[in-house]
């Protein structure tokens, strides 16, 4: 038996720590434990990482404080279209919907893709459809919007109209754009007793993003994937970059190829790659051995593990908060 | 000055030659020298590789005989849902669009994204809408509607209806399903006098294929992918199989880290990866110095490419065709 693991993000686009009261913070770091002990108890019953994976990222998008699911960006015709992506290291297989927009859990309809579609990824309202035929929980769209995120496209919109100088000055009046407003997403890494791999990840995207706009969340190689023996992967950042660099795979494949390390190579995308080129970025993975990585090169970057004693760390800047035991 | 390079394919998915009359495959071979002759026209007048894919693609899209734009196949609605990729090597620049229903080269769409969206992949009717607001010719989805995919969708649905036996039996009344029915592409990939790299694939995806599902050839890495100093390539066949393994860019990360060549790494995925597990797949590429792949292992692949003598070479089975000076 392997000893499992298990790692999620909450997304680089953490808000400055003085922008929220530390009560919030607080319920950050308790929502983020609590989807650590949501998968940590599918792996501890011998459940799979699928499994696992898909069960943090459920209390992730059901949370108001991340940017998937419920408290999911706003489109700038202030709608919500939610993407995702479920990869299984073992076989292969993946799912993934994207700009859906009544599917409570996002990530759920991803695994009903990937195992009763024959598809990779749907897309839009056949997507919505077909995880309703599947018997998933449907909401209205509105069920996903959080005063947070109306104020953002409020902000954000405000700011465009009023000019490019507004959106670069001073805080004042008006809050600048944030990474938070800019790269919000969730995922989750696993490796189960039997050794499996898997990664998922769920988005809104980002605030004011043009209808029908898909990022790297539900696009296997680009924000997800995971291939036993190598790695699995979940991104978080400036989708388009993600997707021109065939991100998380790219991470695989410096892995297969070139005899690189899970640090070396994760390091490189976020630390010189993305942020070389200015880049907010950000990931969790796992390797093949349990190693852990969660790299960001932003102002922090919502993210939690399990380490080998069975002790949950959860973080949102660069301090780290043991949780206590899973 | 480099000399240009051009090479297209037209799916994976040919017919057995006797399931078409001899005039009708003289066609689909003027058709392929066609887009030959227009992307090389590009070329030959100083423009960019992803001009010249853009124009070889537009090609193919208006021929009937092909998969992607006018001659498209049918989802089980009914109904043509289309799918385009370009990404520039130069920049790693790229844009696509998925389930386009209205646009007539969806191809045109994709460099629209790239180009003019500050996005890489737009999808549904918000990715019409963007073209058409982008000036781009706008059809009925009856444009895209051929007599050979009304009957394809027909015999499939048929034969669904009776039973797997009647589709596994011998061809009589009723047509088996063919790789014709399910590996339906079109691709480029082009060398321009500047050195740089350009892909290209746009499709209908497959006939009775869900709604809402999305393949490989709007996926950068999956179905297209293009890197200056390394490879471009475009691909055909299973898609979901193509999006698993990353296909595109699975070859040039096989160059860039295990120091392949090629010819290696792209006959690998094609003969190897895919034919191991009985997936019909095929390829066009091109790599810096030029060399030309176009792999395949069905029973035929259009295809097609311009030698350095300047000579147009069509295929659509084993046999190759000097289609003449370009």
Known sequence: ????????????GTLARELLPAAEWDEVRAHLAQALRAGWGVLGA?????QAVEATIVVLEDSPHFNAGHGAALTSEARHELDASLMDGATLQAGAVCTVRRIRNPIRAARAVMERSGCVLLSGPAADDFAQAQGLAMVDNAWFTTPRRVKALADIQAARAAGPTAQAGPAGAMRPISEADRHGTVGAVARDRAGHLA??????GFNDKPPGRVGDSPLIGAGTYAMDGVCAVSCTGMGERFIRHVAAYDIAARMRYAGQALEQASDHLVHDLMHGHGIGAGLVAVDAQGRVRAPFNTLGMARGWIDATGHLHVATHQEVFDAGRA
């Not at 011998?46 to 699928?50: I, N, R, T, W, Y």
Request: charged share 0%.
């Open 46 to 50: 011998g459940g799979s990482a699928v």
């Open 199 to 204: 990664a998922g990840t769920s988005t809104g």
């Open 1 to 12: 038996m392997t000893p499992p693991v298990l790692a999620l993000h909450g997304g680089c």
